[in-house]
């Protein structure tokens, strides 16, 4: 699976396709990351709340935890024909797809379930966030710095962490009650 969706990504190269990938490389840097958590977590913590934006960051926070445990436990190697951007560490899971996951997944949840948007914004922003997800994943896999089973592991980690920060509000809630 890995190497035959390799050889597809490899008949989409060219100009244009490779500088919207880089585009997208650098949203899902590290540095790109930590920009754009620390930009949505002030508007989320405005808009709604900063125990919502504590959220946001916390989920960050442990899915770098979490990848990185996941990367020094399992230690696959990258693929040999990566081109195009600098990449170094282990392959497995991806960090970007698991870091995009997490804040893309997290700011929909919180457009779709508890932000004041009404209607077609709602699903305008959901739509985008699902985009960004994907496209950051693409990415990796465009430049061949994934293979996909890193991507799709980097996915279903970080939604494992989505789903866990989306009970804190509740949980929070509960214990607020119970007291």
Known sequence: MDRSFQTYMAGWRGESATAAMKALSGIGSTAGIIAI???????????????????????MIAGYGLNAVLKAGIGRVRPSDAWGIAVDGASFPSANAMLGMILFGLLAMFAVARSGMRGWLKGTMAAICFLMILLLGLSRLYFHVHYLSDILAGYASGLAIVAGAMLLPFKAKEIGKGA
């Open 37 to 59: 958590t620390l930009a949505v977590a002030a508007i989320v913590g405005w808009r709604m709340g900063w125990r919502h934006a504590a959220i946001l960051i916390g989920a």
